[in-house]
């Protein structure tokens, strides 16, 4: 079978140009951004442009944190990327012991990456893990990108199933590990293309990834999703056979945020480009990411969508509801279901940045909640719907929520109503609440609200 044409052109590109230099790209912008940095750290930030709300400290100290789950009110379990740990954090103080300690691989993508909590009246309070296992001990090299179920018993995380060994091979990067569960009760995770950065390591090339000439499916590009107990849903939305009827999505070359919308039960991610192109997504069952063969809109690469794998018509590709053209490097996304900071942010879309100085983007939906209702000031010097191309830290805009919150890593809505930001550069978990906000508010108490 003859390659096509656009697919060799990407591969080309991706030969020679090392993936290194993605990262002397995101560590230059992340170094124009040390005043801000230095200004978090003097106590001048982080804020939100709206003055009917501020910016509380509700625990610091953490090493590395990249996700949180709560466990109830003033409650939550946060990981600890390269330590290898869960830390459980009650009324703004960690726990003298971590609930749990495995050994992870250490590089950058690797490590503790995300978790979920399932809360069972009269049964098991059930934890989802997904960590780069490590081989022999902490920082050592990777096994694989596990998703395990534990249990929690009086500040233990016990009876540990396996339930998904996914790929942690050839490289360090990609690792993705975002876990939610949906409105179904299934566990949803996203893995990447787990890349290398050495030109000796070739990438593995899989159907997942869009590329026509091979038959591999082993678990990499895509959103998986398994019942509480592991087992797949139903007969698979792409196919029946082990892996791929365990893929929601695929196509994807990374996500570090997974979140459902609380009014029509879609599916949202987000998704860094390799050298620019980062985006929003709205996630359908068997949506293609297009990654592989394209990121960013299809308008600018036209011709591209013809050489995507689409699984016998099961997959869909449809484009981004937001790309930067310019990294942000996009992570946690949450959907804010209260009223508690105002009426005006009620179900609407806030997505967390790791650049940009780690700001909040705020984001409306249209009336059919498919789409986000972007401002009109909001277009690029192209003139391309759904496209920023001049991005700058040091200037403001019309979907900009917060600003300074030195690399976030998540953001959750907790059982209060209120949003709750990791920043994995301060090593701090931030709460966001209204000027007048009142110690005794009532807690909002419904269990679908817990991450």
Known sequence: MLVNKYTLIITIISLLIPFHYFFSIAYSQQNQTSTAQSDIQQGVGPFVKDPNLKVETVVSGLDLPTSMAFLGPNDFLVLEQHKGTVQRVTDGKILDKPLLNVNVSSEFFQGMLGIAVAKHTGGPTYVFLCFTQAKGMNGGPAVGNSLY?????????????????????????????????????????????????????????????????????????????????????????????????????????????????????????????????????????????????????????????????????????????????????????????????????????????????????????????????????????LSIPKLIDAWDSLRPDPITFGDGFGGISDITMGPDGYLYVVSINTGTIYRIIPTNYVTSETTITNSSLLK
């Open 149 to 381: 179920r534990f249990e929690l018993v009086e500040n233990k995380l016990i009876n540990p199933k396996l339930l998904l060994n996914l790929p942690g091979a050839p490289g360090t990067q990609n690792n993705g590990g975002a876990v939610t569960l949906g409105p179904d009760n299934n566990v949803y995770v996203v893995i990447g293309n787990v890349l290398s950065t050495k030109p000796k390591e070739p990438p593995v090339r899989t159907l997942t990834e869009n590329y026509r000439n091979t038959t591999v499916v082993d678990g990499r590009s895509g959103i998986l999703w398994v019942t509480q107990d592991g087992n797949p849903v139903g007969q698979g939305i792409l196919g029946d056979k082990f892996p791929l009827d365990l893929y929601y999505a695929y196509g994807i070359k990374n996500s570090f945020g997974l979140a459902f919308d609380p009014l029509t039960g879609n599916l949202w991610d987000t998704e860094p480009g390799r050298l620019k192109n980062d985006e929003i997504n709205i996630v359908n069952p068997g949506f293609n990411g297009g990654f592989g063969v394209m990121q960013g809109l299809e308008t600018l690469v036209p011709a591209a969508q013809s050489a995507l794998v689409d699984f016998s018509g099961k997959g869909k590709y449809h484009d981004p509801e937001l790309v930067w053209y310019k990294k942000v490097v996009p992570t946690g996304l949450a959907f804010l279901s209260s009223d508690r900071l105002g009426k005006q942010y009620q179900n609407d879309l806030f997505v967390g940045t790791y650049l940009a100085d780690g700001k909040i983007y705020h984001f409306k939906l249209n009336a059919s909640r498919t789409h986000l209702a972007l401002p009109e000031s909001l277009t690029s010097q």
